[in-house]
């Protein structure tokens, strides 16, 4: 079946310890995006790309970094992470076609703890 | 990309309907009215969207105002599976360079046997 799949499912990564996250498609969409959910919290968007073009949200912290090698990979990478970057990373992908319906199709998550 | 208003939390009934109601005022011409949930330790899955006109897919259906300032949206026999918060969220449909969803607290739905 086609699917959204993220990579580790948990991870475990200490204060300031580089860690990098993934995400594969095999839906062929165009957009990928990442979120970032914090617990009892909704999801966050923190960037997308529209096939190689990065979009990054405002108040994105600049710990975040992305790279989308191919149209099926993305990668989150948080160069140091805090207690705060704990969380849960969603990554989401959609056609993004003009005028198209838009509607996203979620992977399960990476729960990222950080010790 | 319009406001919305969801209760915090509704109880259901195995087996019977579940209405989740969503108030979007300020929802312009051109703004779709999404629905999502997210069951625990879940990603977040689509269920419909809609426009003007009611709704219906294989999951739930979607019933929008004729003023279009507010929607339902109808699990018609919902299970224990159903239980999630689900997410109400308006936006323009793929707008060149736009394509984010914000989500809203949105509305934990528990189904009870």
């Known amino acids: 079946d086609a699917m959204v799949i993220q990579n580790p499912r948990y991870q475990v990564t200490q204060f300031g310890k580089p860690v990098t996250l993934s995400c594969s498609q095999t839906l062929n969409h165009n957009v990928m995006y990442w979120y970032q959910q914090k617990s009892s919290q909704a999801p966050k968007l923190l960037f997308h790309y529209y096939d190689k073009d990065f979009n990054n949200e405002a108040d994105t912290p600049d710990n975040f970094q992305s790279r989308r090698p191919n149209t099926s990979f993305c990668f989150l990478d948080i160069r140091s992470p805090g207690l705060g970057d704990a969380a849960m990373y969603l990554c989401a992908t959609s056609r993004g076609l003009a005028g198209g319906p838009g509607e996203q199709y979620f992977g399960p998550g990476t729960r990222l703890t950080v010790t | 990309d319009a406001k919305t208003t969801q209760p915090t939390s509704m109880d259901c009934a195995e087996g019977r309907a579940a209405n989740l109601p969503c108030n979007h005022s300020?929802?312009?011409?051109?703004?779709?009215v999404y629905w999502y949930r997210q069951i625990h330790s879940q990603g977040p899955q689509y269920i419909i969207h809609g426009l003007k006109n009611n709704e219906t897919n294989e999951m739930a259906s979607l019933i929008i105002t004729e003023d279009r300032k507010s929607s339902t949206l109808i699990l018609p026999h919902a299970t224990l599976r159903d239980t999630a918060v689900y997410y109400c969220?308006?936006?323009?449909?793929?707008?060149?360079?736009?394509?984010?969803?914000?989500f809203g607290k949105g509305t934990k739905l528990s189904v009870i046997p």
């Open positions: 300020t929802i312009s011409g051109n703004e779709y």
């Open positions: 969220i308006v936006r323009v449909a793929d707008r060149a360079g736009s394509y984010q969803l914000t």
